[in-house]
């Protein structure tokens, strides 16, 4: 049965009227005629855009948890010392440094009439209190780790001293730190965002709050923090370094990575870092290809294997699975291009890489051989832990028919990030697990000695449960060992002696697609992001280009 | 009118209770420590138990509950574990971004909906009327994030009549184009529901008896048919509202949008206690309040209502 047809007239009035509304609300929502305009890049070239994935923890260095705090916080305050791009360290606060022959106590003069952004002079005693701040326990800051080598500061972190004995002025100018115990790369530690130096006045001006109201010597004063939307920098007129190229720095809020991709399109966005989804998009664009540059990641990317547990605490077991996968032909079809082969922890490029060291080779028949030789002829099954979303599963599903091959059955757990660190942690014991490792500082150290050093619990790096006692021998060593090339000949056998244990199947140094606008002048990615002051980089007007 | 506010508003108070016993109850039975994600890598056991003290973990749980309770009757959320800032000064900055954007699409969404859905009604089993329905098949099966990133890209990067993403100065015009994905989004429900509404309402008796009267068409359709299907369509309209006051994440994320849905999303992925309890909270009496205004509108549309 068809209803009754009503009157055309009555429903075209009707039409009228909701268009009218429609328009109204749109016309509200700022769609006006006079309004349209570009949204795109205004060409101020004084103004850098960048984007952050998600919102910086506060800019307190004590407070510095993530790569994107270090970031922030390097931008506003100055260390000690600090990274070149490089990684190489290079003097910052301090004009120079000695240290006396036993590696104990270390002596720092500062560069002279130092001002901070609030207009307070620079003195030695800042130095001291900003380290002592960190190691308090009152502040409960999560990266006390990186002084508390510094003699006395267990105690004074434990409540049990007024002071850290090690920390001491001599004279305004003159900072003097004095070691529990050798540490060659204590230099490296100082260049962390951790140990940047900050104004005592805006400390006690704003306790728990100075992460917002940031003071320091630094290039760069945060001029505007709008929650989730963006941080703003405008250029310190006081610093003592070489004054930034450009004016302003402004880092949007973009958790999406399709959305920051839009953004960089429409011209809002200096560079953008390359995914899996979008490289070969901007390697074939006619704009873009040839503004990508890669840039090699000071991180590891590998499949961890519990030592500790059977089977995998049988060494031929290990070296088995490390047979079993063809890691280059995973990588090919998962990174093209985005990555080097790992044989070892510690990236190329660094003094402890073992390019002598020649890995496991891909050999199936070899890996059945050694499970069968350690008791296994038929294989056996294993959990592999791995991080919801992104590129761990792309890797464990090949990973997992690789090993089936050899007999192995992989059951792959896939667990959101807090509970996948909860597994893999100190409370969890997984068969294996897919991991990365991203370097603090540019020093070997800072993979061998807490990836493997057997008294680390999983929390701090050593999640493959690993212990030797050559290989912790070895690792206390290049901590005494103030000689580089001495030092470099001790990390060289410490990753050997590690990887012939094989306490992990390595996968990847990760090489990251970077794209910019050819606007761009003399920007480059850091090896270590928290060096990166934002002082060398500038923008012009692309050459033909209105 | 005031008794039924009243019973409400006392009702309410129990479900809001056991929002938060729920809420707090789920975040300490999900894996995951909190303090490990605070700390980071590397963090020694001192500092671990030096931080879990100072956010009162090391308390029974039902004093962490009770705590937090007293905290909240005094009107302090809190602060964020992961940034330090006080909740409800979070909550604050983001309401205006969600508000924006939940008004947007719902003015959208209501003069698309209605209007294609009592259009089509009207046109009951004709040609357009299969058209409308197959594209409204269609639209409500399109994930909003294609569409989301499409219009992104043809409205944004490619004819810039808005901006890409984001909130800008927080003008309106930064709301538009989120606001309209999300508003036909929501309309094609609307116009669904308003249809199939308004074609039972056509058929009934009074419709009928108005007709015989001789009533002009117009009226017939609108002061008969038109009121009487609005009160179904009202329940409806409220629940979309008071879903888009408490964010839609997948917008907000998407066009960049830092609003309550986002907010509460990262807050969980964090097991930041705090915002998480802030927002579950104000999600509920977000949720108590616009069913409230719902069964108000409601008592204003249909006089039965009001008598009862």
């Given at each position: 049965m068809r209803s009754s047809r009503p009157g055309r007239k009555g429903t075209r009035w009707v039409a009228v009227a909701l268009a009218a509304i429609l328009l109204v609300v749109l016309g509200l929502a700022g769609l006006g005629p006079c309004r349209l305009g570009p949204a795109g890049r205004t060409h101020d070239y004084r103004t850098w855009h960048g984007a952050l994935a998600f919102e910086p923890g506060p800019l307190d260095p004590a407070r510095a948890a993530t790569v994107t705090d270090g970031a922030m916080i390097s931008l506003v305050y100055s260390n000690l010392l600090s990274f070149d791009a490089d990684g190489s360290l290079v003097c910052d606060l301090a004009s120079d440094w000695e240290v006396t022959p036993d590696g104990l106590v270390y002596t720092f003069h500062l560069r002279p009439g130092v001002r901070f952004q609030d207009g307070t002079s620079l003195e030695a005693s800042d130095v001291v209190f900003s380290f002592t701040r960190i190691l308090d326990p009152r502040v409960g800051s999560c990266r006390a780790w990186v002084l508390d080598g510094i003699l006395g500061a267990r105690e004074f972190l434990a409540g049990q001293a007024d002071s850290v004995a090690g920390l001491q002025a001599p004279d305004p100018l003159t900072v003097r730190v004095t070691l529990e115990k050798p540490l060659a790369h204590f230099p490296a530690l100082l260049a962390m965002p951790a140990a940047a130096v900050v104004s005592p006045e805006a400390a006690a001006r704003w306790g728990p709050d100075l992460g917002y109201h940031p003071v320091g010597t630094g290039p760069w004063r945060l001029v505007e923090w709008r929650e989730g939307v963006r941080l703003a920098f405008k250029r310190n007129p006081d610093y003592f370094g070489t004054p930034p190229r450009l004016e302003r720095l402004v880092f949007r809020i973009i958790p999406d990575a399709t959305t920051r991709q839009a953004e960089f399109e429409a011209g809002n966005l200096e560079v953008l870092v390359l995914g899996e989804e979008n490289a070969d998009y901007f390697a074939r664009h006619p704009r873009y290809r040839d503004r990508l540059v890669r840039v090699p990641e000071l991180a590891v990317v590998y499949m961890c294997l519990n030592c500790s547990k059977p089977p995998l605490d049988n060494v031929l077991v290990r070296r088995a699975l490390n047979h079993a996968i063809d890691r280059r032909a995973i990588l090919e079809a998962v990174r093209p291009g985005r990555y080097i082969l790992a044989d070892g922890s510690v990236p190329p490029g660094l003094a402890g890489h073992e390019s002598a060291w020649p890995g496991y080779a891909y050999d199936p028949s070899l890996a059945r051989t050694l499970l069968a030789r350690a008791g296994y002829p038929d294989g056996f099954e294993m959990d592999l832990v791995i991080r919801a979303g992104g590129l761990a599963v792309f890797l464990a599903e090949p990973i997992q028919a690789e090993l089936a091959r050899a007999g192995v059955r992989l059951r792959i757990v896939q667990l959101e990030t807090q509970a996948f660190f909860a597994a893999v942690g100190d409370s969890g014991n997984p068969d294996s697990c897919l991991l990365s490792w991203v370097a603090d500082y540019a020093d070997p150290e800072n993979f061998l000695f807490p990836l493997f050093y057997s008294k680390n619990p999983p929390s701090a790096g050593n999640t493959a449960r690993f212990a030797d006692p050559v290989v912790d021998r070895l690792l206390e060593e290049i901590h005494r060992e103030m000689d580089p090339v001495r030092r470099a000949v001790l990390c060289q056998a410490a990753e050997r002696a590690v990887f012939e244990q094989a306490p992990w199947v390595p996968l990847f140094f990760p090489v990251d697609l970077v794209v910019c606008q050819p606007e761009v002048r003399g920007w480059r990615v850091w090896s270590v992001a928290s060096g990166n002051k934002m002082t060398e980089v500038w923008l012009e007007p692309a050459g033909g280009e209105p | 009118m005031v008794g039924l506010v009243l019973r409400r508003l006392l009702a309410a108070v129990p479900v809001l209770l056991a929002v938060t016993v729920l809420t707090f109850a789920l975040l300490h039975l999900v894996p995951g420590d909190p303090v490990k994600a605070l700390v980071g890598e590397r963090a020694s056991p001192e500092t671990i138990a030096n931080v879990r003290r100072e956010l009162g973990l090391d308390l029974p749980l039902h004093q962490q509950y009770l705590r937090w309770?007293?905290?909240?009757?005094?009107?302090?959320?809190?602060?964020?574990?992961?940034?330090?800032?006080?909740?409800?000064?979070?909550?604050?900055?983001?309401?205006?971004?969600?508000?924006?954007?939940?008004?947007?699409?719902?003015?959208?969404?209501?003069?698309?909906?209605?209007?294609?859905?009592?259009?089509?009604?009207?046109?009951?089993?004709?040609?357009?009327?299969?058209?409308?329905?197959?594209?409204?098949?269609?639209?409500?099966?399109?994930?909003?994030?294609?569409?989301?990133?499409?219009?992104?890209?043809?409205?944004?990067?490619?004819?810039?009549?808005?901006?890409?993403?984001?909130?800008?100065?927080?003008?309106?015009?930064?709301?538009?184009?989120?606001?309209?994905?999300?508003?036909?989004?929501?309309?094609?429900?609307?116009?669904?529901?308003?249809?199939?509404?308004?074609?039972?309402?056509?058929?009934?008796?009074?419709?009928?008896?108005?007709?015989?009267?001789?009533?002009?068409?117009?009226?017939?359709?609108?002061?008969h048919a038109f009121r009487n299907a609005l009160l179904t369509v009202v329940t409806l309209l409220g629940g979309s509202l008071s879903n888009l006051l408490v964010g839609s994440t997948l917008t907000e994320t998407l066009f960049n949008l830092p609003g309550i849905g986002r907010f509460t999303v990262d807050a969980a992925y964090a097991r930041d206690l705090p915002a998480v309890m802030g927002a579950f909270l104000f999600q509920a009496v977000v949720f108590v309040g616009a069913n409230l205004v719902v069964d108000m509108v409601y008592s204003l549309v249909d006089p039965r209502v009001r008598v009862g």
């Amino acid at each position: 049965m068809r209803s009754s047809r009503p009157g055309r007239k009555g429903t075209r009035w009707v039409a009228v009227a909701l268009a009218a509304i429609l328009l109204v609300v749109l016309g509200l929502a700022g769609l006006g005629p006079c309004r349209l305009g570009p949204a795109g890049r205004t060409h101020d070239y004084r103004t850098w855009h960048g984007a952050l994935a998600f919102e910086p923890g506060p800019l307190d260095p004590a407070r510095a948890a993530t790569v994107t705090d270090g970031a922030m916080i390097s931008l506003v305050y100055s260390n000690l010392l600090s990274f070149d791009a490089d990684g190489s360290l290079v003097c910052d606060l301090a004009s120079d440094w000695e240290v006396t022959p036993d590696g104990l106590v270390y002596t720092f003069h500062l560069r002279p009439g130092v001002r901070f952004q609030d207009g307070t002079s620079l003195e030695a005693s800042d130095v001291v209190f900003s380290f002592t701040r960190i190691l308090d326990p009152r502040v409960g800051s999560c990266r006390a780790w990186v002084l508390d080598g510094i003699l006395g500061a267990r105690e004074f972190l434990a409540g049990q001293a007024d002071s850290v004995a090690g920390l001491q002025a001599p004279d305004p100018l003159t900072v003097r730190v004095t070691l529990e115990k050798p540490l060659a790369h204590f230099p490296a530690l100082l260049a962390m965002p951790a140990a940047a130096v900050v104004s005592p006045e805006a400390a006690a001006r704003w306790g728990p709050d100075l992460g917002y109201h940031p003071v320091g010597t630094g290039p760069w004063r945060l001029v505007e923090w709008r929650e989730g939307v963006r941080l703003a920098f405008k250029r310190n007129p006081d610093y003592f370094g070489t004054p930034p190229r450009l004016e302003r720095l402004v880092f949007r809020i973009i958790p999406d990575a399709t959305t920051r991709q839009a953004e960089f399109e429409a011209g809002n966005l200096e560079v953008l870092v390359l995914g899996e989804e979008n490289a070969d998009y901007f390697a074939r664009h006619p704009r873009y290809r040839d503004r990508l540059v890669r840039v090699p990641e000071l991180a590891v990317v590998y499949m961890c294997l519990n030592c500790s547990k059977p089977p995998l605490d049988n060494v031929l077991v290990r070296r088995a699975l490390n047979h079993a996968i063809d890691r280059r032909a995973i990588l090919e079809a998962v990174r093209p291009g985005r990555y080097i082969l790992a044989d070892g922890s510690v990236p190329p490029g660094l003094a402890g890489h073992e390019s002598a060291w020649p890995g496991y080779a891909y050999d199936p028949s070899l890996a059945r051989t050694l499970l069968a030789r350690a008791g296994y002829p038929d294989g056996f099954e294993m959990d592999l832990v791995i991080r919801a979303g992104g590129l761990a599963v792309f890797l464990a599903e090949p990973i997992q028919a690789e090993l089936a091959r050899a007999g192995v059955r992989l059951r792959i757990v896939q667990l959101e990030t807090q509970a996948f660190f909860a597994a893999v942690g100190d409370s969890g014991n997984p068969d294996s697990c897919l991991l990365s490792w991203v370097a603090d500082y540019a020093d070997p150290e800072n993979f061998l000695f807490p990836l493997f050093y057997s008294k680390n619990p999983p929390s701090a790096g050593n999640t493959a449960r690993f212990a030797d006692p050559v290989v912790d021998r070895l690792l206390e060593e290049i901590h005494r060992e103030m000689d580089p090339v001495r030092r470099a000949v001790l990390c060289q056998a410490a990753e050997r002696a590690v990887f012939e244990q094989a306490p992990w199947v390595p996968l990847f140094f990760p090489v990251d697609l970077v794209v910019c606008q050819p606007e761009v002048r003399g920007w480059r990615v850091w090896s270590v992001a928290s060096g990166n002051k934002m002082t060398e980089v500038w923008l012009e007007p692309a050459g033909g280009e209105p | 009118m005031v008794g039924l506010v009243l019973r409400r508003l006392l009702a309410a108070v129990p479900v809001l209770l056991a929002v938060t016993v729920l809420t707090f109850a789920l975040l300490h039975l999900v894996p995951g420590d909190p303090v490990k994600a605070l700390v980071g890598e590397r963090a020694s056991p001192e500092t671990i138990a030096n931080v879990r003290r100072e956010l009162g973990l090391d308390l029974p749980l039902h004093q962490q509950y009770l705590r937090w309770l007293g905290r909240v009757l005094r009107g302090d959320l809190g602060r964020s574990w992961l940034t330090g800032r006080k909740v409800s000064e979070s909550l604050a900055s983001r309401l205006p971004v969600t508000l924006r954007l939940a008004l947007t699409a719902f003015a959208v969404s209501v003069v698309v909906g209605l209007s294609v859905g009592v259009w089509a009604a009207l046109r009951q089993n004709t040609v357009a009327d299969h058209l409308v329905r197959v594209a409204l098949l269609l639209a409500a099966s399109v994930p909003v994030f294609v569409v989301a990133t499409g219009a992104m890209y043809v409205f944004g990067v490619r004819l810039r009549l808005v901006p890409v993403s984001g909130v800008g100065d927080g003008s309106f015009r930064h709301f538009v184009l989120p606001g309209t994905v999300l508003g036909l989004y929501l309309s094609v429900y609307q116009a669904r529901m308003t249809r199939s509404v308004m074609l039972e309402t056509i058929r009934q008796d009074y419709v009928r008896t108005a007709r015989a009267k001789g009533l002009p068409e117009m009226v017939v359709l609108w002061k008969h048919a038109f009121r009487n299907a609005l009160l179904t369509v009202v329940t409806l309209l409220g629940g979309s509202l008071s879903n888009l006051l408490v964010g839609s994440t997948l917008t907000e994320t998407l066009f960049n949008l830092p609003g309550i849905g986002r907010f509460t999303v990262d807050a969980a992925y964090a097991r930041d206690l705090p915002a998480v309890m802030g927002a579950f909270l104000f999600q509920a009496v977000v949720f108590v309040g616009a069913n409230l205004v719902v069964d108000m509108v409601y008592s204003l549309v249909d006089p039965r209502v009001r008598v009862g």
